[in-house]
C-alpha cells in the first residue's frame, strides 16, 4: 500500500481464564502467545487487566497494591515476548502513576520490543462488580493511534467500546485497526433474563463501529468465572462491512485468528462515504452534555 502499512495483517486474540498468581498468568500466556505467533499472529492482544483476577468487582483498598507502574513488570512481560517471538503485542495494566493516581492502562509493543506507546482507559464505568471509578482516573491521553509499521492500531479498553465517538475519533486520525481489550461478563443471577440481549447488544456495538467508520475492529474478553461474575468470552473480529471474520465461544480459552485485508478499508469507504458525507459544520452539540431545553 502506498502508505507503507501490508496489504494482510493477521490478528491473534488471546482469550483465556486468569490464574491464581501474577507468576502462574504469564506462564500460561507465554504458552498462548507462543502458539499464536506459530500460527502467523503478527498482532496479538489480551485481555483487560490479564494479569491478576479481576480487581473492581469491590471496593477494596488492598487491591491497590496489584498496580504497577508502565515500566514494571507486566510491560517488560510483554517486551520480553513480543522480542522473542517478533510479534507486536497488546496488554492492559492496572497502572500505578503515582501515589494516589491510577489508571487502566494499555501498552502496546512493538516487534522489536519496543514500547511504542499507551492509551489510558478514557471512559470509566461505575456498576455492580465494576467499581472502577473507585481504582481509576479516567485517562488524559486522547485518542492516540500508534504506527506499528505494518498497520496503524487503534487501542480502546473495555467500557470505550460502548461509545460511538471513540471508535469515530480512532478512525479520523488514522486508525485501520480498533483493538479493545475486555473483561465483561454476566452477573449469574441476571444471565437467564438478560443474558443474550446483554451479548448481543455488545456485538453489535462492535460490528456497527466497523460500518460506521469503515476499519477493522476487534475486542478480546477473558472467560471463566471469578467470584461473582461470568465473562461471556465470544472475543471477535468485525471487517469494515461489519462482517465476523471470527468469533470464539463463550467458555474457551483459545487463540483466535482472523486476517485483515487493509485494502478491503478503502474499497468501502469509497463505497460507503460515510467520512466524505460528514457534516462537521452541524455537530457543535456533540460538545455539550445535554442539550433538551
Request: charged share 20%; aromatic share 10%.
Amino acid at each position: 500500500m502506498s502508505d507503507g502499512s501490508s496489504s494482510q495483517v493477521k490478528i491473534a486474540l488471546i482469550q483465556h481464564r486468569a490464574c491464581p498468581s501474577k507468576q502462574a498468568t504469564f506462564d500460561r500466556l507465554a504458552s498462548l502467545v507462543a502458539e499464536a505467533a506459530d500460527r502467523g499472529g503478527q498482532l496479538i492482544c489480551l485481555p483487560e487487566l490479564f494479569a491478576t483476577y479481576y480487581p473492581c468487582q469491590t471496593e477494596d483498598h488492598g487491591q491497590f497494591a496489584l498496580a504497577e507502574t508502565v515500566d514494571g513488570p507486566t510491560t517488560h512481560f510483554l517486551q520480553d515476548l513480543a522480542r522473542q517471538h517478533r510479534v507486536a503485542l497488546v496488554g492492559s495494566i492496572f497502572e500505578r502513576r503515582d501515589a494516589g493516581l491510577y489508571h487502566n492502562t494499555a501498552v502496546i509493543v512493538d516487534n522489536s520490543g519496543a514500547l511504542v506507546g499507551v492509551y489510558r482507559k478514557t471512559h470509566i464505568p461505575d456498576d455492580p462488580r465494576y467499581y472502577e471509578k473507585f481504582y481509576f482516573a479516567p485517562g488524559d491521553l486522547g485518542y492516540p493511534v500508534f504506527d506499528l509499521g505494518f498497520c496503524r492500531l487503534a487501542v480502546g479498553v473495555c467500557w470505550d467500546q460502548w461509545f460511538p465517538e471513540v471508535a469515530r475519533l480512532f478512525a479520523l486520525a488514522g486508525a485501520q485497526i480498533l483493538i479493545f481489550p475486555t473483561a465483561i461478563g454476566w452477573h449469574p443471577e441476571e444471565k437467564a433474563l438478560f443474558g443474550a440481549l446483554q451479548h448481543e447488544a455488545w456485538e453489535l456495538m462492535h460490528r456497527s463501529h466497523a460500518i460506521a467508520n469503515g476499519m477493522f475492529v476487534a475486542a478480546v474478553n477473558r472467560t471463566g468465572s471469578e467470584g461473582s461474575l461470568q465473562f461471556w468470552g465470544s472475543s471477535l473480529v468485525c471487517d469494515p462491512n461489519g462482517v465476523v471474520l471470527a468469533r470464539a465461544p463463550h467458555d474457551q480459552e483459545m487463540v483466535l485468528l482472523a486476517d485483515c485485508e487493509l485494502e478491503k478499508i478503502d474499497v468501502v469507504r469509497t463505497h460507503w462515504p460515510f467520512l466524505r458525507d460528514r457534516r462537521i459544520d452541524t455537530y457543535h452539540g456533540l460538545l455539550q452534555r445535554h442539550l433538551k431545553p
